[in-house]
């Protein structure tokens, strides 16, 4: 990626134009207002408009000149002015153009100071500088000690002078100005280092006493015209102005070409921070590099894109922002940007419009803010220790180094490589033991070793890798220093790439290849899926999948899942993915392994000897060189210049190159001719096809309609097409983002068929609600006219909520809250909850108590979550934005929220979240307090006013439980405060059968969740009490989630939501349950049917997606209803007014069995097990300290049957047992044969399935 560029037909040439800025005298002094704060500085400070002064050749048709994008980007902080007493060191710095298609240019400039011979312009600064001082006056009154005031500006002796002199540093009698002037070249490829050595041997010849041995025009031509790229997988030498300049290119087996320091990266930011970096690179956040100087920031920026390899950045990419375009930094798209900073101002100056998901980086201060909930790369420690042990063997500590500043720099760099070549000389051992004892005393190392106790990992066998080179046989072109940074460059680079290899080692067996033609598979690109994602996370370990699950939906990823498919044959292969590919297939012949068996184990990298080797034969034996410079035909007295200045060089010889190409024609290499084959194989560019380029462009355009700001000129209108074009952008992603989470959500042929309801797995959840949040903050940072605290979002709702307060107390009604009850029906008496009010408000204050969120970021995402649990997302945010005021004081006119039919069709898009239901607020929130509210309605009928006994409660759901909880008597409706219990399953009630009418008929219970609204019912609808029903003191009850109706068209009045009709065919008030509509025999096996189906197919859910099992054992159609269903066919009924349970049945066939025991009558050892064991359990259910009925005990039995897979055999013995021929008639099920053997059959399905019960159910019992 980072070799990238080229344009259509371009030749090889190494260079396109050598280009010179700088001050145009003619047209004098132009202030630079889009550089920013101008005026309140003293002149010299301020920034002037520079101007490109000449370019040669004057264009090249491959590469069309950008004469503004240039002009930028050489001097991004346009024109500087210095003094003799300033510092005029030379600046070298890179920079990248990037096209409209995405095809890029480099750039390399050195800027150095020459000094100002023109009088107008000397004279127009000291104008500047007197009416600076004659403003500085009127605003600030001198102060009375004049020594102070020269102090602060440094350039006074101390004495009191006039004031004019007091404020001044420039004096045209006494001083010489000097203005920066730059020599930039322009290169199809990164060659780094081969350019910087150009430009500053020409720098040297204009500076150095002696003039070069040719005119610099000779010099200048060579580069543009007679030096050839080097071809892939060579080297190539040409001459510079005073020596040798040497660059290699890679091959196209190896990683592509990439020519900046990597060592700097990791000595500015240490290891920690470019593996944290890295990862918000990978998950495409937003990144701000920080830094005064330009190089570092292009260093940072290609370095980090370039240990990507093979994925490649998808989103704006501008390494340098010139200041005149500083609105970008308000784009809501992710981007890789460079900020300079002047080195005086600190971080909290700085306005950044969004910083919910910014990854800040400060360069030059070792310092790194990080977004919130950023997830852990994969086998972080490891890959930590792994990139350190590299460091250390080129003595690069792995904290980095804090001293950057310039001067040590220089210093350091000597001292890294002093300590490397000292193992030569002998003063230190070679023995790893040794290079372990100099770690010893690193900080870094000695966290690392605190870390991997902790994981097991042991560090005494740190090798510091020794230097492979074998330097005896290979005389190496170019100096130690330059090969080390070679050296450095590609193990640090195989590491990386070695994560990808290692992670996605068989993610092409997860590519889902189109089933249809290319051509309609990229019309319909946006809603197909190309890669298996749910499969691919199923098989990696469990440490891996926050990152990767993030990771998987990034753009980047998608573009090179699309890349594969496009490329099917192995001829039009994208280079990197060619490369990526055999990297991956050897990778898979190492480890002959099952594609699925995926381990967390840390392969380190292997590949670093034969990369490097690969690079020492080229430095070693040089493949090429290039003609050298020559006297050009130029006149007599042409090429002179005065020393010191830089001269408008001889446009004549320049405009064009040779008539002939010579070196096209010296025996160069076949494919140097083979044009096309090397476009599309030799250049690391992007592929020359352009059709399919234009496809992959189109088709990932999904979230990024913006590419890459265009460097020009802004005008306003530029501006605001800039802005639309991010609404659209904005609103295309919303629409993709949700239609992929209701497909994730319901399965593909839900949404297709417009309805559905299964879960997703927790992961893939969490990462898509994250990312509409990320994608929430983008919009609303939109336009921002002031930034407030970090989330954009919740400043919005803290002022809306001011706003509303404000209104309340002031007395104007507040309808923040609107019941939904405004209508009840008057014949419905029937008790039920008041309604929740829903009020966006309210759902605020909830989430400000939680104390356990600290960061607005935070608040707003869990605000987000718990309105999409309450199906209200698209409600809330209509409400937030129906404040046209505060939406115009907050946002400029072209912001996203202001956009009126965008916005429409935003929130639209929302509305369809509610189709399904979300719980990413209870499952996430675990340890939060939540009130809940419980209802008990007892039945109408038999006068439960005269209860006299104390009842109580107990509320379990997937989290945990309540205890006990007493309910006063008489009391029926009552909230209380416990830790998150998770979604709801049984409630346990009772009493202690105290006083004289100790019975109670409770017909259910509902229970609410506070916060979320979430009711549950749980049905019941038998009595409580001795002597009563079943004689039952407690039952356990099994609730269900009610579904709210909350119509789409918002209608204010609604029917409650609890007065649904009953879903169960319960026995309401049944004094005796033999009134039970009665079952045939095919009715009753079907119900059993449905019963172990729907637990069977739970047990096949994925473990994150499974509901209730208690639901589906006890709930209605439940496992024991079923089962109790086959034991109440045919059972004789008893005389009137007594009433006979199955469990009675049961103890008599417990009875049984113990005194056949006794008598010893037994008929074969395995069936005595079995009637051992059954007797055993009843024994233990009647034992049991609780007071559950006989229904409540026999509900217990079928569960822990269950659970320990004895059903059939119960079910088998009770068949033969001459009891059940007493108890039941003969039609009655349990008495024929082949049904009861179906029946055994159906049950002992469940035997492969590991069945664990909820406490609640087993209370009581230890078996």
Known sequence: MSGGGGGSSAPGRFADYFVICGLDTETGLEPDELSGENFEQTPLRRTFKSKVLARYPENVEWNPFDQDAVGMLCMPKGLAFKTQADSREPQFHSFIITREDGSRTFGFSLTFFEEVT???????????????????????????????????????????????????????????????KCICLITPMSFMKACKKVLEQLHQAVTSPQPPPLPLESYIYNILYEVPLPPAGRSLKFSGVYGPIICQRPSTSELPLFDFPVKEVFELLGVENVVQLFTCALLEFQILLYSQHYQRLMTVAETITALMFPFQWQHVYVPILPASLLHFLDAPVPYLMGLHSNGLDDRSKLELPQEANLCFVDVDNHFIELPEDLPQFPNKLEFIQEISEILMAFGIPPEGNLHCSESASKMKSLRACDLVSDKRNGNIAGSPLNSYELLKENETIARLQALVKRTGVSLEKLEVREETSSKKDLKIQCDEEEFKIYQLNIQIREVFANRFTQMFADYEVFVIQPSQDKESWF??????????????????????????????????????????????????????????????????????????????????????????????????KIDHTAVHPHLLDMKIGQGKYELGFFPKLQSDVLSTGPASNKWTKRNAPAQWRRKDRQKQHTEHLRLDNDQREKYIQEARNLGSTIRQPKLSNLSPSVIAQTNWKFVEGLLKECRNKTKRMLVEKMGREAVELGHGEVNITGVEENTLIASLCDLLERIWSHGLQVKQGKSALWSHLLHYLENR???????????????????????????????????????????????????????????????????????????????????????????????????????????????????????????????????????????????????????????????????????????????NLGKLTTVQIGHDNSGLYAKWLVEYVMVRNEITGHTYKFPCGRWLGKGMDDGSLERILVGELLTSHTEADERQCRTPPLQQSPSMIRRFVTISPNNKPKLNTGQIQEAIGEAVNGIVKHFHKPEKERGSLTLLLCGEGGLVSALEQVFQHGFKSPRLFKNVFIWDFLEKAQTYYETLEQNEMVPEENWQTRARNFCRFITAINNTPRNIGKDGKFQMLVCLGARDHLLHHWIALLADCPITAQMYEDIALIKDHTLVNSLIRVLQTLQEFNITLEASLVKGIDI
């Not at 090179?560 to 993915?577: A, G, Q, R, S, T």
């Not at 719980?919 to 038999?942: E, R």
């Open 805 to 979: 307060q404000r209104r309340t107390t002031s007395g104007s009604f507040s309808t923040s809250g609107i019941l939904l009850d405004s209508e009840r029906r008057k014949s419905d008496t029937s008790p039920a909850m008041s309604p929740l009010r829903i009020s966006l408000i309210q759902d605020m204050r909830h989430i400000q108590n939680i104390s356990e969120i600290k960061t607005d970021v935070g608040k707003a995402r869990a605000w987000v979550r718990l309105s999409m649990e309450k199906k209200l997302l698209s409600r809330h945010l209509k409400q937030l934005l129906s404040d046209h005021e505060l939406t115009k004081k907050l946002y400029k006119r072209y912001a996203f929220l202001r956009c009126d039919d965008e916005k429409e069709q935003f929130l639209y898009h929302l509305l369809s979240f509610n189709a399904v239901d979300y719980f990413c607020f209870t499952n996430v929130f675990t340890t939060i307090l939540i009130p809940y509210h419980i209802l008990i309605v007892p039945s109408k009928k038999l006068g439960g006013s005269m209860f006299t006994a104390n009842p109580w409660i107990c509320i379990s759901g997937e989290l945990g439980e309540t205890g006990v909880l007493q309910i006063p008597r008489n009391i029926l409706e009552m909230t209380f405060e416990c830790q």
């Open 118 to 180: 023109s009088k107008q312009i000397c004279s127009a600064m000291q104008t500047l500088y007197h009416m600076h001082n004659a403003e500085y006056d009127i605003l600030h009154t001198p102060p009375t000690n004049d020594k102070e005031s020269c102090s602060s500006t440094g350039d006074c002796n101390g004495t009191s002078v006039s004031k004019l002199q007091r404020f001044n540093s420039y004096d045209i009698s006494r001083d010489t100005l000097y203005v920066s």
């Open 523 to 620: 019309t319909n690109r946006e809603q197909m899926q190309n890669f298996d994602k749910a499969s691919f996370l199923s098989d990696q370990p469990e440490p891996y999948l926050p990152f990767l699950s993030r990771f998987l939906e990034t753009q980047m990823f998608a573009s090179f899942i699309d890349n594969k498919i496009m490329c099917h044959d192995e001829d039009d292969k994208d280079p990197v993915l060619r490369v990526f590919d055999s990297r991956v297939d050897k990778i898979r012949l190492l480890n002959v392994r099952t594609p699925t068996l995926r381990t967390s184990m840390y392969q380190k990298c292997t590949t670093i000897d034969e990369a490097e080797k690969s690079i020492e034969l080229r430095l070693a």
